[in-house]
C-alpha cells in the first residue's frame, strides 16, 4: 500500500505543457522589402517586415498569420485623420489563405506623418490530410489610404525563402515560444529607440511537484530574435544595480492572478542593447488541489517593479499556455515531543469500595513496654481504628436488619 500511495502521488505530480493549436506565435521571420510610391517618404526604399505564426498546426485546421508592419513615414500627413491599409499577398503550400485583401492597420493623424508599428492578422487553412509542413511564402506588399488621398506604395521582396509550419498533432512537442513585446519608457519621454518591437522567445519550465499552500517556483528564460527591435539602455536609465522584472499570468487551483520575479542586470551602457539575465524565477503559491495554467506577462526594466524605466507588454492572447498539477500535502506529520515532568498534570482521584469481613483472633496483643503513647496496638499490626469503624458498620446494619425482620413477623401475625 505504500509503494502503491508513492507512486500515485509521483505520477499525480507530473506537470503536462499544454499548446493549443493556432494559439502560439512562436515562429517569426523578417523579410526585407524594397518600397516605391508616392505614400511614404523617408522611409521609402527597404523594410523589414516580420512574418510570425505558430510553430505547429493541425491538418483540417486553420491558424494566424501575423504580419508585422514596422513603423513608416509618409510623404505627408493627410487632411483627415484615417488608418493605413495593409494588401499582402501570401502564399501557402499547401493550403489557402481564407480571408484575403486589404486589412486595417494603425490610424494615422492630420498631424504627424509617422505611422506607428502595427500587426495585420491573416487566416490560413491546412488541407485534411497534410503531412510535413505549410510553407508560407511571401508576395506583394501595397500600403495605401482609404481616403482622401489615393496615393499608394508597393513593397515587393527578392526573398526566395518561406515561413515554414509544422503539421502535426498540434502544439509543436513543447516548443518554445516567441512572445511580441510592446516596449517603451514608462515616462513616455522621447528616444530615438523607444518604442521599440522586442520578439523574445520564451521558455517557461513549471516545478515537477507542486502541493497546496507551498510556494511553486517557475524558471523563465527570454531570448530576443534575429531581426527583432533592440532592447537598449535609454537616458537615464540606472546602472548601478539595474533590474529585470518578470510578470507571468496565472490561473487555477487558487493562485494569485499575477506573479513577479526580479533578476540583477549586468553591466548596462546607456544606448546599448541590455543584455537578459540568464534565467528568472517566479513563484506562485496555490492554495487547492488542480491544475495551474501560466502564459507570459509583462516586463520591467529599472530599479522598481511599480516605477520602471522600461515597460513591456506582452500580446493578451496567443500566447503558449503551461500547466502543471498541484496535489494535496503528503509529508509524513512530525510526532509531538513528549512533555517532559516539568509540571505535574494532577491524576484522578481512584474510589474504591471494599467489603471486609473481620474474622476473630485468638492471639493476644501485647502491650509494649514502658508504655510507649503511640496509640497503636503494638505488635497488633495494622492500626485498630479500622477494625473498630468497621465493627461499629456491621452492629449498626445488624440493627436495622433485625428491626425490619421485626415488623415483617408482626405484619404477618
Avoid at 92 to 100: F, N
Amino acid at each position: 500500500m505504500g509503494l502503491t500511495g508513492t507512486l500515485a502521488i509521483f505520477v499525480g505530480s507530473i506537470f503536462v505543457v499544454s499548446t493549443p493549436t493556432a494559439a502560439l506565435a512562436a515562429v517569426t521571420k523578417q523579410f526585407s522589402y524594397t518600397c516605391t510610391g508616392s505614400l511614404l517618404g523617408s522611409t521609402a526604399g527597404t523594410i523589414s517586415v516580420g512574418l510570425s505564426a505558430p510553430d505547429s498546426a493541425t491538418a483540417g485546421t486553420t491558424f494566424d498569420l501575423t504580419v508585422k508592419i514596422p513603423e513608416l513615414t509618409l510623404a505627408t500627413a493627410p487632411a483627415t485623420a484615417t488608418t493605413l491599409q495593409v494588401n499582402a499577398t501570401l502564399t501557402p503550400t499547401p493550403g489557402s489563405i481564407q480571408d484575403p485583401g486589404a486589412k486595417t492597420g494603425a490610424n494615422v493623424t492630420t498631424t504627424s506623418t509617422t505611422v506607428s508599428a502595427k500587426d495585420v492578422v491573416y487566416k490560413v487553412s491546412v488541407p485534411t490530410g497534410t503531412t510535413g509542413k505549410v510553407s508560407v511564402k511571401p508576395g506583394n506588399l501595397v500600403l495605401s489610404l482609404p481616403s482622401p488621398s489615393t496615393a499608394t506604395t508597393t513593397c515587393t521582396t527578392q526573398s526566395t525563402e518561406a515561413l515554414d509550419v509544422t503539421i502535426g498533432t498540434g502544439g509543436g512537442s513543447g516548443g518554445d515560444d516567441v512572445v511580441a513585446y510592446d516596449c517603451d519608457l514608462a515616462s513616455g519621454g522621447g528616444d530615438a529607440d523607444y518604442p521599440a518591437d522586442v520578439d523574445m522567445k520564451v521558455v517557461m519550465t513549471p516545478p515537477t511537484s507542486a502541493t497546496a499552500n507551498a510556494d511553486a517556483s517557475i524558471t523563465w528564460t527570454g531570448t530576443i530574435q534575429t531581426g527583432s527591435d533592440t532592447l537598449k539602455a535609454p537616458t537615464g536609465f540606472p546602472t548601478t544595480s539595474p533590474k529585470m522584472f518578470v510578470t507571468v499570468k496565472a490561473s487555477g487551483a487558487g493562485v494569485p492572478t499575477t506573479a513577479t520575479g526580479e533578476a540583477t542586470l549586468g553591466t548596462v551602457t546607456i544606448g546599448q542593447a541590455i543584455t537578459l539575465p540568464t534565467s528568472v524565477t517566479v513563484k506562485v503559491k496555490p492554495t487547492t488541489t488542480g491544475t495551474v495554467t501560466l502564459t507570459a506577462g509583462d516586463l520591467a526594466f529599472g530599479t522598481s517593479a511599480s516605477s520602471p524605466v522600461i515597460k513591456c507588454l506582452a500580446p493578451t492572447t496567443g500566447l503558449k499556455t503551461y500547466t502543471f498539477t498541484v496535489g494535496s500535502s503528503t509529508g509524513t506529520p512530525t510526532p509531538s515531543p513528549t512533555p517532559t515532568n516539568t509540571t505535574s498534570s494532577p491524576k484522578p482521584t481512584k474510589t474504591s469500595t471494599a467489603t471486609v469481613t473481620v474474622t476473630p483472633s485468638t492471639k493476644k496483643s501485647k502491650t509494649p513496654k514502658a508504655g510507649a503513647d503511640t496509640g497503636g496496638g503494638g505488635e497488633a499490626g495494622p492500626d485498630g481504628r479500622m477494625f473498630i469503624l468497621t465493627g461499629t458498620a456491621l452492629v449498626g446494619a445488624a440493627a436495622v436488619g433485625g428491626l425490619v425482620m421485626r415488623r415483617r413477623n408482626a405484619t404477618r401475625g
